[in-house]
């Protein structure tokens, strides 16, 4: 399967006019994770930051986890900005990661409509009931400012994940439709797309997504084992709160609200 290498001259050219001229990109060999590098670097406000790498030698995930990078295959890219937020604002900037999720979901959809696509709270994205993406936000103080960097790992043209022993399996785009896809065309679109959101987001809220999430959440009704602090937790999946917190209820009917924990589907017995 032939590859075209990641340029940043294609992204920007596709990139939509209006985010054109506040939108750096750079594509790199390898980093050791593209969002280490970019929380190491200066950004100006009003600007974006786009960092993509053909491979990463200590990609991370979710809770520390190892992303699987192999070179030339697929996405790992990191979005950086800077901005000023209030501190209750500051509280709530955390859901943004779930926004994400619905924004590369919306791109993905629309170039593989016949896959079933869903978000798994708070930042897998799976197709078929495969995962094929992570999202990951990280933040900082930049004096006066915070910084955020939204990382994305996609798998786009890899075709074989045996070595990856995780649940669900992990799967690519191509082995999902059988073809291969422009990488460059993709990070456009999801740029397009998240930027596009992140407006909306804003001035508007996470609730104002609501809808959108309640047709791709993959945990909607299921029974799930949930683990905070070390400790396990049976219920069902209510969805999301107004602050992205997971909603679980209890076996006496209770509605327990979740901001951080590891969540599994239940084994069928």
């Given at each position: 399967m032939s590859m075209t290498k990641?340029?940043?001259?294609?992204?920007h050219a596709q990139?939509?006019?209006?985010?054109?001229p506040c939108v750096a990109i750079q594509c790199f060999e390898s980093l050791a994770s593209t969002n280490s590098y970019a929380l190491s670097q200066v950004c100006r406000l009003h600007h974006w930051h786009v960092l993509v790498a053909e491979t990463q030698?200590?990609?991370r995930g979710r809770l520390g986890r190892t992303w699987h990078s192999p070179r030339g295959e697929n996405i790992y890219l990191s979005l950086s900005w800077v901005l000023a937020l209030s501190k209750e604002q500051q509280r709530g900037i955390a859901s943004l990661s779930l926004v994400a999720g619905l924004s590369v979901v919306h791109v993905?959809?629309?170039i593989a409509p016949a896959?079933?696509?869903q978000v798994k709270w708070p930042n897998d994205l799976w197709g078929n009931g495969h995962k094929v993406a992570g999202v990951l936000l990280e933040s900082q103080s930049a004096g006066a400012l915070l910084q955020l960097v939204l990382g994305l790992g996609l798998n786009v043209n890899g075709l074989d994940y045996s070595d990856i022993r995780r649940t669900p399996p992990a799967s690519s785009l191509a082995l999902l439709t059988g073809k291969a896809f422009d990488r460059n065309r993709l990070v456009a679109a999801v740029i397009n797309r998240f930027l596009t959101d992140y407006g909306q987001f804003m001035s508007e809220g996470l609730g104002s997504f609501q809808a959108r999430w309640e047709k791709v959440d993959a945990l909607a009704g299921q029974k799930l084992v949930f683990t905070f602090n070390n400790q396990q937790e049976t219920g069902i999946a209510r969805g999301i709160n107004a602050t992205g917190q997971l909603l679980i209820e209890r076996a006496e009917g209770s509605l327990v609200p979740y901001?951080?924990?590891?969540?599994q589907l239940q084994p069928q017995v």
């Open positions: 990641l340029d940043p001259d294609p992204i990139l939509a006019l209006m985010w054109q030698t200590a990609g993905l959809q629309e896959i079933c696509w901001s951080v924990g590891e969540v």
